[in-house]
């Protein structure tokens, strides 16, 4: 009987030590791969990838900011998703360009597709077609002061985020952390996104 009720003992604890080294596992080293991602510039393997954004940048959204609806924008806008997020000043040829891109990289999330959202933050006014092609995207647009004071907050390297043409990258706490530039390719954009969400906890 005494050895009976140690061997029990013994396996309480054997089970006690593997359920504290899952929640090791799941909870603690993706919150270090984080950290070291931006302590130490990482950049996925392979080619062309993106920038990383050093320090991250946390976005101040202006007060009177709104969508297309003429909406004012929720507090949590930037909040519990990841943003894939388009800057241009007319939406005409390459903005539309890019657009199919981000819905085309959106939908190649599969299960992870409801962790991430598009943004486009424009000075376009009519976005009626784009809304009609593209009902999922975010769209802000108004007041036009607003916007560009909010487009400002995505320059990199004194480019003109309306005119630079790259693809942001805003992690579910806010922080822009990542830009792609025009000639990288969508299937690069895919491999970043998906290392990011397979090792992120939060979004």
């Not at 130490?40 to 940048?57: C, D, H, I, Q």
């Not at 909406?71 to 930037?78: D, G, K, R």
């Not at 959202?117 to 769209?139: E, F």
């Not at 805003?170 to 954009?189: I, T």
Request: aromatic letters at 8%; charged letters at 20%; glycine letters at 2%.
């Amino acid at each position: 009987m005494q050895n009976d009720k140690q061997l029990s003992e013994q396996d309480m604890q054997r089970k006690g030590r593997k359920v504290f080294m899952l929640m090791v596992i799941f909870f603690v080293v993706p919150i270090i791969v984080v950290v070291l991602m931006y302590k130490f510039n990482w950049k996925p393997n392979g080619a062309s990838l993106g920038e990383l954004v050093t320090p991250a940048r946390l976005l101040n959204n202006p007060t009177d900011l709104k969508n297309s609806e003429a909406a004012t924008l929720p507090l949590q806008l930037w909040q519990d998703r990841w943003s894939i997020v388009y800057v241009a000043d007319e939406c005409q040829k390459d903005c539309l360009a890019k657009l199919h891109d981000m819905r085309q990289l959106h939908v190649s999330l599969y299960k992870d597709i409801d962790r991430s959202q598009r943004v486009l933050i424009t000075t376009t006014q009519n976005v009626t077609d784009i809304k009609h092609d593209y009902p999922d995207l975010i769209v802000i647009n108004q007041p036009v002061a607003a916007v560009l004071n909010l487009a400002e907050q995505f320059q990199i390297n004194g480019e003109s985020a309306m005119k630079s043409n790259r693809l942001y990258l805003v992690d579910p706490l806010g922080h822009l952390m990542m830009s792609y530039q025009p000639k990288v390719p969508l299937a690069d954009v895919r491999k970043d996104i998906t290392r990011l969400l397979r090792y992120s906890w939060a979004g």
